[in-house]
Each structure stands twice: as structure tokens, then as C-alpha cells.
């Protein structure tokens, strides 16, 4: 039988993360473009991985992490107060390089649809 519950779950949880992070003072998550990219709950409810990822590449998303990690404890007594949970799940922070790979894909994509429009209006 699915689980939905932790679906939605995961899905709220990335919305407040997201939410807190952009609350945060600490200068190691404004650096760049920090995003969370991607939570996975479990079934229980009892535990959370959260993948950070940054613009500026995976280092930057490593720093972040370090910072999300000496902050967890105020960060799950915020998720718990938002959502209005009698638990919160514990939290576990993992630095991923998704939104750089996606950019070098976009970036490659367009490259090549330039030079396809370069290489019809030369034949023409």
C-alpha cells in the first residue's frame, strides 16, 4: 500500500527548509544560490534527507551543508512549530551538484541549437 503521507510530508518539509534557509543569517548559506533540491521522508516519519545544492557548484553546496548541520537543531524545532508536528523528523543535510549539471545541459543544449542556426543560414 503507498504512503502518501510521507509524500506530502517530504514535499512540506523542502517547502519550509527552503523557507528557513532564506531566514538564516549565518554568511555561509548566502554565498549563492542555495536551493533544496530534492527531500526523501521515511515511511515513519522519523527521518529526512535533504539535498542542498548551489549554483556555484559543489563546493559552495558543501559549505551550506556544514552550516545546516550545526544549525539542525534549530532548524527541526522550526519544522516542528510550522508544521505542527508532535515529532519532527531528524534531519540529515547531503550536498548534490544537480542544478550546476542542469545548467551545463542548458548551456549545451544551446549551444548546439546555435550552431544548427548557423549551419542553415550558411547553407542558405
Known amino acids: 500500500m503507498p504512503n ?19 531566514e538564516m543569517k549565518d554568511p555561509r548559506l548566502h554565498n549563492g544560490i542555495i536551493s533544496v533540491v530534492r527531500c526523501e521522508t521515511a515511511h515513519d516519519l522519523s527521518y529526512s ?40 523528523p531528524a534531519l540529515a543535510f547531503e550536498a548534490t551538484d544537480s542544478i550546476e549539471y542542469s545548467a551545463n545541459i542548458s548551456r549545451l543544449l544551446n549551444d548546439i541549437h546555435y550552431t544548427t542556426d548557423e549551419n542553415e543560414e550558411n547553407e542558405e
Open 4 to 22: 502518501f503521507r510521507a509524500d506530502r510530508m517530504s514535499e512540506d518539509i523542502q517547502r519550509e527548509i527552503a523557507a528557513i534557509l532564506r
Open 49 to 88: 534527507k535533504v539535498y542542498i545544492s548551489s549554483m556555484n557548484g559543489l563546493d559552495t553546496a558543501k559549505e551550506a551543508v556544514k552550516a545546516l548541520k550545526n544549525a539542525q537543531g534549530y532548524i527541526r524545532r522550526e519544522l516542528g512549530t510550522r508544521l505542527r508536528l508532535r515529532f519532527a
